[in-house]
């Protein structure tokens, strides 16, 4: 089935350390490539997008995602994380073949510690 | 207004009863997304509608759940004979006409069904 996959439900790590999140897309084509953010009480707020060309990305607040069409991923990355990044983040694609439907992954919740 | 606007922001109903949820979208976003997401899961697209085409309802639970867009603008989304299991936050996002443009969310419609 056609899915956009976030395989990490929760994921803690220490103030400072690195971060890595990962989405695979599992659709024919390459579709276009969402990060989002949702900080406790938020709406839900872009960080970065990816539709062509240069395969990494860069976003707000430090982020950054890497495309990767071999292994159909589009992982998330933080060299250094801040308390303030405690939320939820979700991988989305627009489905062209779709009508540009958005489509969510299942989202997964990052905890900071001290 | 700036943002998508969505009403009420808070909404407790008995089992049985209809409800009915305001979506204000970005003034000249010809694109309405309506996602529900519940406790500990992602978002679950529900109905996307995009200029004059047919609405995308492949989200839709139930024939309980529906949504209209009047004039391309403002969007209601009804559910009848409301069920303890909607009980959920719905939210609504615009966007542009334009593929893979960012989506703009509201705030989300909390729905309690008691």
């Known amino acids: 089935a056609q899915s956009v996959t976030q395989p990490d439900i929760h994921i803690t790590v220490s103030e400072g350390a690195s971060l890595e999140l990962r989405c695979n897309y599992s659709?024919?084509?390459?579709?276009?490539l969402f990060w989002y953010v949702q900080s406790p009480g938020q709406g839900l707020q872009l960080l970065l997008k990816?539709?062509?060309?240069?395969?990494l990305v860069q976003g707000i607040k430090g982020f950054e995602a890497e495309f990767k069409r071999s292994q159909s991923s589009f992982n998330l990355r933080k060299p250094s994380v801040h308390w303030s990044d405690a939320a939820e983040y979700f991988c989305?694609?627009?489905?062209?073949?779709?009508?540009?439907?958005?489509?969510f992954g299942a989202g997964t919740i990052l905890r900071v510690k001290s | 207004g700036a943002g998508v606007s969505q009403s009420p922001s808070n909404k407790v109903t008995e089992k049985g009863k209809d409800v009915e949820l305001r979506c204000d979208p970005i003034?000249?976003?010809?694109?309405l997304y309506w996602y529900r997401q519940s406790l500990g899961q992602g978002l679950e697209f529900l109905i996307y509608?995009?200029?004059?085409?047919?609405?995308?309802k492949s989200g839709l639970p139930s024939d309980r759940f529906s949504a209209e867009r009047t004039g391309g603008s403002v969007s209601t989304l009804t559910i009848q004979r409301t069920q303890q299991e909607d009980s959920a936050v719905y939210l609504c996002?615009?966007?542009?006409?334009?593929?893979?443009?960012?989506?703009?969310f509201g705030q989300g419609t909390r729905l309690t069904v008691v």
């Open positions: 996002a615009s966007s542009t006409s334009n593929r893979g443009t960012e989506a703009f």
């Open positions: 659709y024919g084509a390459t579709p276009y």
């Open positions: 990816y539709f062509s060309g240069d395969t």
């Open positions: 989305a694609v627009v489905l062209m073949e779709y009508g540009n439907k958005l489509v």
């Open positions: 003034s000249g976003h010809t694109a």
């Open positions: 509608f995009q200029g004059n085409s047919a609405p995308d």
